[in-house]
């Protein structure tokens, strides 16, 4: 679906036709899966705190497992997500149905879709205009236990992402130092740009780093190049799981994504809202456990979100490759 690709290809279709096409998709598509979404939910599996890899494909985690203790590849298993986007995900997981839940929650993300969802009041789809009756009813930010917008303070702006480690201090502090029922923590990794090699030798990204998945697509990299920096940016937020997992006290903890990212699977890259693609749609799920050994004193500690503030977010939305 994506309407460049659309436009270029053989089928005749003008540009404007094909973006036509795609909105009735849309249409259609938000019209019955805002009722009736495909993939499950969260909070219908049973976990104490639940750590969100934006992007984070399967196969990936099961090539990285043999270097963690905490997974085990057999164990990974496959499960439908509700969303193949976070704007999607977010829309169909945090629901007015799911508000008792969600009451005794803290939502502790690095993801700026939040923003828009849960404060500004916005639904899917993503900056368009579109056919068709979608019955959103997502919470809003008075509804969670805490909702803690890490992007907003923890965003480098060299780096065109939130680090990894701002989650992880946000989540070792809520969880020693607050009580509710359940942890959220939504990091950015490994989704684009790949920070991995940046962070490691104190630079800024390249342009490659900052845009793999265009330099992909254009034909300026290729997959194996792609594939490695991913795996790399997999493995600079699976050492900050590592860290978390031996600093807060949870029985169950689970591991997940929101959505995949497709690279070069059937000629695409990326992922989009209302995509089937199956390394888009499939994620992982893994459960482990943590205790609290006390091996780290967060370095930054946040308080929950009351005002929108003045953050651009069209900019951290492009520095993720959105705008």
């Not at 598509?29 to 399967?58: F, H, K, M």
């Amino acid at each position: 679906m994506n309407i460049a690709q659309l436009a270029r290809s053989g089928s005749g279709l003008s540009y404007a036709a094909a973006r036509r096409a795609y909105d009735a998709y849309l249409g259609t598509w938000y019209t019955i899966t805002s009722r009736y979404p495909l993939g499950t939910n969260v909070y219908d599996r049973e976990w104490d705190a639940l750590l969100v890899l934006d992007a984070c494909r399967v196969d990936a985690l099961r090539a990285v497992a043999p270097e963690y203790d905490f997974l085990d590849a057999d164990r990974i298993e496959r499960t439908v997500s509700v969303g193949s986007h976070s704007f999607e995900w977010l829309a169909k997981t945090f629901t007015g149905d799911r508000r008792r839940e969600v009451a005794d929650t803290a939502y502790l993300t690095a993801n700026t879709h939040a923003q828009m969802l849960f404060v500004d009041g916005d639904t899917p789809p993503y900056e368009r205009e579109i056919p068709g009756r979608p019955a959103w009813d997502p919470v809003d930010a008075a509804d969670f236990g805490r909702l803690d917008m890490v992007w907003r303070d923890g965003h480098d702006d060299d780096l065109g992402n939130v680090p990894p480690r701002r989650v992880t201090d946000r989540l070792v502090d809520v969880a020693r130092s607050e009580d509710h029922g359940r942890v959220i923590a939504h990091f950015m990794q490994p989704h684009a740009p790949y920070l991995a090699g940046a962070i490691a030798e104190d630079r800024d990204p390249t342009p490659l780093e900052r845009s793999p998945l265009d330099a992909f697509a254009r034909g300026d990299a290729d997959r194996e190049t792609v594939w490695e920096l991913y795996l790399d940016n997999l493995r600079l937020v699976l050492d900050e799981v590592a860290l978390a997992l031996e600093n807060l006290d949870a029985e169950t903890v689970a591991i997940t994504a929101d959505h995949g990212e497709a690279i070069g699977e059937w000629g695409d890259v990326d992922h989009r809202e209302a995509f089937l693609h199956p390394v888009v749609k499939t994620v992982p799920w893994i459960e482990t456990r943590a205790t609290d050994e006390g091996t780290y004193e967060p370095e930054t500690a946040g308080a929950p979100v009351d005002d929108e503030g003045d953050v651009d977010v069209e900019k951290r939305l492009r520095d993720l490759g959105y705008v």
